[in-house]
T-cell receptor
Framework: ETGVTQSPTHLIKTRGQQVTLRCSSQ?????VSWYQQALGQGPQFIFQ???????GRGNFPPRFSGLQFPNYSSELNVNALELDDSALYLC?????????????FGQGTRLTVV | AQKVTQVQTEISVVEKEDVTLDCVYE???????LFWYKQPPSGELVFLIR??????QNEISGRYSWNFQKSTSSFNFTITASQVVDSAVYFC?????????????FGGGTRLMVKP
């Protein structure tokens, strides 16, 4: 186990709704990254938070937003859900955001949009 | 063009066979890191190895070995004497100095099935 926990584990939402996914990082880790993994594909970087500030963003629309709290836990919010948002959402925490820093992944939240 | 390419989408072997998973990457950075992760059915990505762009020394860890060749932009992963527990999806990933923090760019993954 990596110590990174995500909730919920599974979620079903209707197109157009909003969803919030949560991530509790490993103790002491101040950096959280979110990835989207569509079925049969590799994870794609959504964004990263370092000490409560967004530290980088991938090619995702603004309806994907996030937060990092003072305890370094994080939320991923997705508005106006689309069918293509159905995926496994992975959270990764690390101690710092340096290039060679190892990221520890949670088990993910599987989101299904119907 | 994809930055990280894993041409083998699925490999099936019989237990005790050796298997090599290929990874080819593309970057303009001189400083970068390459990773391999294992994803079992539970979904969590398990870190296997990290290699920096200045260290081409091959590495062996038990039944696992990695061959990094900058000349061909490849970072291949070999499992010797495969076991059923090795069955999983394996991802190669790249972290570049020109990108945010320790952002990872993943390949499409290779599903390895080891049959008894």
């Amino acid at each position: 186990e990596t110590g990174v926990t995500q909730s919920p584990t599974h979620l079903i939402k209707t197109r157009g709704q909003q969803v919030t996914l949560r991530c509790s990082s490993q103790s002491g880790h101040n950096t959280v990254s979110w990835y989207q993994q569509a079925l049969g594909q590799g994870p794609q970087f959504i964004f990263q938070y370092y000490r409560e500030e967004e530290n980088g963003r991938g090619n995702f629309p603004p309806r994907f937003s996030g937060l990092q709290f003072p305890n370094y836990s994080s939320e991923l919010n997705v508005n106006a859900l689309e069918l293509d948002d159905s995926a496994l959402y992975l959270c990764a925490s690390s101690l710092g955001a340096r290039l060679n820093t190892e990221a520890f992944f949670g088990q993910g939240t599987r989101l299904t949009v119907v | 063009a994809q930055k990280v390419t894993q041409v083998q989408t699925e490999i099936s072997v019989v237990e005790k066979e050796d298997v090599t998973l290929d990874c080819v990457y593309e970057t303009r950075d001189t400083t970068y890191y390459l990773f391999w992760y294992k994803q079992p059915p539970s979904g969590e990505l398990v870190f296997l190895i990290r290699r920096n762009s200045f260290d081409e020394q091959n590495e062996i860890s038990g039944r696992y070995s990695w061959n990094f060749q900058k000349s061909t932009s490849s970072f291949n992963f070999t499992i010797t004497a495969s076991q059923v527990v090795d069955s999983a999806v394996y991802f190669c990933a790249l972290s570049e100095a020109s990108n945010a923090g320790n952002m990872l760019t993943f390949g499409g993954g290779t599903r390895l099935m080891v049959k008894p």
